[in-house]
């Protein structure tokens, strides 16, 4: 797992200068993307790993982000998911030797928290 999450922090290209201005950044649109979808009428569900921290669950969480791109409510917030596409394409190799992902269509409110905690997680251990 920690091999894919260093993976995931280069391919961001997080330095450690800008680390934590990079992680407010990408924590605080995940926040305002949550803010959004509570208020929004519609129920989009996406199919949302049962454990985050699966290495298994990567092309889930793209897959996931993916569906939350084509929703229109989510257009003002490109640049995340700009960020993301590079993470993806440069993942792309590692995911032909994934595992099986355990999910569970869920709202995707639980989804954007769900990907909160994997930032969260996956900066932390560039430390």
């Given amino acids: 797992m920690q091999t894919h999450l260093y993976l995931l922090l280069l391919a961001a290209g997080v330095s450690a200068a800008s680390q934590t201005s990079s992680r407010a950044e990408l924590l ?20 949302t790993p049962d454990d985050i921290n699966d290495v298994n669950c ?20 490109s640049a995340f998911f700009q960020k993301f596409e590079r993470l993806k394409q440069f993942l792309t190799p590692t995911l032909a030797r994934e595992g099986n992902c355990d ?13 909160m905690t994997f930032i969260l997680k996956a900066l932390k251990t560039r430390r």
């Fill in 28 to 47: 605080t649109l995940l926040q305002q993307m949550w803010q959004v979808m509570a208020r929004d009428s519609q129920s989009l569900r996406i199919e």
């Fill in 58 to 77: 990567i092309s889930t969480i793209f897959e996931g982000t993916e569906q939350l791109k084509t929703n229109p409510a989510m257009k003002r917030f």
């Fill in 103 to 115: 999910t569970e269509r869920r709202s995707a409110m639980i989804f954007i928290e769900k990907l």
